[in-house]
């Protein structure tokens, strides 16, 4: 069975022995990526941590922002409560999401007429690290 990604061209991180160390050494400054999560309406529900990861990361580099974008930070000391939907352009990112989503799953392959998965759209396909595509 062939196992559709949304984004392809994501592999897992390779590993590097010094990345584990500079994430217990910056632990207590930043947040630490959760493992389980709670609130995944369009992402599939088994996405490994380290995909979400790179996904949210994708987000991040194709739209020119940060996680608080889309994501609230509460409490004190403030942290982030990721499964939130209170920012519009969280809501907004899951439409995206489903978007792209039907282009790369629907329609192009319409127009193929072999097995060929690529080129596929992403968020940078139109977002290209702005907010707004017109920007
Ligand atoms: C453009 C908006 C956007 C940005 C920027 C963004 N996210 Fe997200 N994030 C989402 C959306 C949308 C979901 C929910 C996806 C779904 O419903 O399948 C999500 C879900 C998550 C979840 C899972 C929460 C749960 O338990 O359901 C985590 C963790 C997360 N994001 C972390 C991050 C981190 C860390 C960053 C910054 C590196 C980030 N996100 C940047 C939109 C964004
Ligand atoms: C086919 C082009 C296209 C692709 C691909 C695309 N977007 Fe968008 N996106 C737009 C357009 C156009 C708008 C502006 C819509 C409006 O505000 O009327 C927009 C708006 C947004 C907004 C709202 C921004 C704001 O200022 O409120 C978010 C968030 C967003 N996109 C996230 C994403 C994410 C995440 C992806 C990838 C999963 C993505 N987009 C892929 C075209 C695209």
Redesign the pocket.
Known sequence: MHHRT?FPRYRPRPFRPWAALILLLSAPLAAQFPEKFENLQVLPADISPADLEATME??KA??G?RCT??HVREGTPPDFIFPLDKK???R??R???Q??AE?NGTFLPRIRNDEQHEPV???????RGK????E
């Open positions: 949304l994708s987000f194709a739209l922002v974008f889309c519009d352009p969280k907004k990112a439409v995206m999401l978007m792209v282009i759209v992403s968020c940078m396909t139109c977002h907010q707004n595509p017109e």
